[in-house]
């Protein structure tokens, strides 16, 4: 990669670019993520979390390469056997030059497609079935903009003489897109340092917000993770993206960076009200930004989505002040938590909130239930899925980590459930809380 | 019934069909429960190396084990360590209704091993997208040799032509 530019940064601290990802930076669409902040209004709670997608899609790009390049250098031998016999990987050296560039561009790209208040305004994408069961998710925004904004400078990447020219289907492949014609080859095979349990999204997004929360707990050590990664064949003869016997530890605290982000920062009460409260701002505001419905406008419509940042819409809420929520996010006049139930709530628990959303019925309220959320949104409610990470160890063994880590065992639940009733400050009553 | 009780529910049955099975072949039948046979399980699968995958398969192999609906227990097939799901409970007769899609699941897969459940589950997920797009099916067999290079192309090939024959592609296609 020929360094055009160095950007500083505060996990890696200096993160390179080349001229193509240079111009994919400058591009407006790119630059729309400078206007979407990572974690939405978690600033109410932390006022330090004001960093944006633009900077961690940066990050991600800069993880996935050191993931990358450490598992080319040490497991090089174990993917050019498995490569062998595919007709257009003649070279593998140049081969190696080729995905690397894929997998960085697929990193850079992964989050272009993010609404405003990044997953906080999730819940206002549209349908994708006629069931009405299924909501885009930002992934599929996210591909859409690649194809629509980024195919021209990514097919204009100067690969090595005698690879095979790479194609925005290669990047998208890596990102969830289910017409995966041409997929395979090299960079197809390590599709798990962009999209798993150990990928560099993850990775990056708990020291990075660790770090603008400040809010310790997320931090893990980050060289002994990209120095563990490994890459081995499992059953039948497929490679399996694994940690290292050495790297069992960090792959522990990995995870429970992730719990205690999850309990402490992504799923705080303060956090948890504010989601509420943006979406229902956005419910008010979508329609003055010629939104039909009040939800964002569907993947088809990319050009219209990608007029909406964080800017268009805090200046709709800013103009907007006679919306009920709308005033509560400019005041920070949250609703303030009544009443919490435990994990997963009891039977009186039930009880109670029955009895609750009867007699707030008529009035405002919000009962939070995480099990339905947790229903509506699979991909980031539970700390740790089964055989999310494997150990390889020093014999050759795959393992899957809770059965080496008692630690991770205990983090195995069934996704958080409890219930919370939350009122207006008004309206506050003198019900005792245990949360 | 809600999902996730649909979804352990199915774990169990799969498991009481297919004797010995693992949990490559258990995250690939549901894969073809619900893209052939369609089951609503609602899984959202994404293609890796290792065919079509969505780790929420495993959270449901971890409920039915919680559940005591199934056991999981270690198993060395063929020097690699994988895990063999075996049934505790019986398949509840809310499932009849998938009867025989479980028993098609077991006649055409029954007896293969992780590596066969992988192939046959690729060929259908390229097949699923090739036949949306209008792509020349010809080149469907290169794409999964692509993504599985571990695999010869003859055998692509004849599994392709297996799958065809038993009707399991044309099932994948329908809406």
């Known amino acids: 990669m020929a360094t055009k530019k ?26 729309r993520l400078r206007r979407i902040r990572q974690l939405a209004f978690t600033d109410m709670l932390y006022p330090g979390a004001c960093h944006t997608r633009f900077e961690h899609s940066l990050g991600v790009m800069q993880m996935a390469t050191y993931m990358y390049n450490h598992i080319v250098e040490k497991y090089g031998d174990v993917l050019k056997c498995y490569l062998h016999g595919v007709d257009d990987v003649v070279d593998f050296e140049k081969e190696i030059v080729r995905a690397r560039k894929i997998i ?31 909501r885009y998710e930002h992934e599929d925004y996210s591909i859409a903009a690649i194809e629509e904004y980024f195919k021209k400078i990514i097919e204009r990447s100067e690969e090595p003489k005698g690879c095979s020219k790479i194609s925005v289907n290669d990047v998208t492949s890596l990102l969830g897109k289910k017409s995966v014609r041409g997929a395979g080859g090299l960079h197809f095979s390590l599709k798990p340092i962009i999209s798993g349990q150990l990928d560099a999204d993850r990775a990056d997004y708990l020291l990075r917000d660790s770090i603008h929360t400040g809010v310790d707990y ?13 890459l081995t064949n499992g059953e039948g003869g497929t490679l399996v993206f694994a940690i290292s016997y050495k790297g069992l530890q960090v792959a522990e605290s990995l995870v429970i960076a992730r719990y205690h982000m999850f309990s402490q920062v992504y799923y705080h009460k303060v956090r948890r009200i504010y989601d509420y409260h943006v979406v229902e701002a956005l419910k008010e505001v979508l329609p003055l930004l010629e939104c039909e419905g009040a939800v964002f406008p569907p993947p088809t419509q990319i050009d219209n989505y990608m007029r909406l940042d964080d800017w268009t819409v805090l200046g709709a809420i800013n103009s907007n002040l006679s919306g009920k929520h709308c005033k509560i996010l400019k005041n920070r006049q949250h609703y303030k938590l009544e009443y919490e139930s435990s994990n997963p709530p009891s039977n009186d628990d039930i009880r109670k909130f029955t009895g609750y959303e009867a007699k707030y019925k008529s009035k405002e309220h919000y009962v939070y239930n995480l099990g339905k959320i947790y229903q509506g949104d699979k991909k980031a409610k539970q700390w740790y899925k089964p055989e999310g990470i494997q150990i390889l160890e020093e014999s050759g063994m795959l393992v899957n980590l809770e059965e080496k880590s008692k630690l991770v065992t205990s983090l195995i639940d069934p996704p958080p459930s409890m219930l919370a009733l939350y009122l207006p400050r008004k309206k506050k009553t003198k019900e005792k809380s245990h949360g | 019934m809600d999902k996730s009780q649909l979804r352990s529910n199915v774990v169990c049955a799969v498991a009481n069909k297919i004797s010995g099975i693992g949990k490559t072949g258990m995250m690939k039948s549901m894969y073809f429960l619900q893209q052939v046979y369609k089951v609503p399980l609602g ?121 065809e024959e038993i009707g399991v592609l044309c099932k994948a296609v329908v809406i």
């Open chain 2, 43 to 163: 899984y959202d699968f994404d293609i890796y190396n290792y065919g079509p995958y969505d780790e929420d398969v495993l959270v449901a192999v971890d409920s039915a084990k919680r559940e005591k609906l199934i056991d999981v227990r270690p198993k060395n097939y063929n020097g690699f360590m994988g895990y063999e799901i075996v049934a505790k409970g019986d398949t509840i007769s809310e499932l009849s209704v998938y009867v025989d899609a479980l028993d098609e699941i077991s006649q055409n897969f029954g007896k293969y091993h992780a590596k066969d459940w992988e192939l046959a589950s690729t060929i259908v997920y390229l097949y699923m997208a090739y036949h949306e797009n209008g792509w020349d099916m010809e080149e469907l067999d290169e794409n999964v040799r692509r993504i599985k290079p571990h695999f010869a192309l003859q055998d692509i090939k004849a599994e392709r032509k297996r799958l």
């Open chain 1, 218 to 230: 997320g931090r893990y050590d980050m060289w002994r993770l990209i120095n563990s990664v490994a």
């Open chain 1, 104 to 134: 960085r561009l697929a990193a850079l790209l992964h989050d272009v497609g993010h609404a405003p208040f990044s997953h906080s305004g999730e819940e206002l994408m549209p349908y994708r079935n006629q069931d009405k069961d299924e």
């Open chain 1, 6 to 31: 160095r950007i500083r940064d505060v996990i890696y601290g200096f993160i390179e670019l080349d001229e193509q990802e240079l111009e994919i930076i400058d591009h407006p669409i790119f630059q």
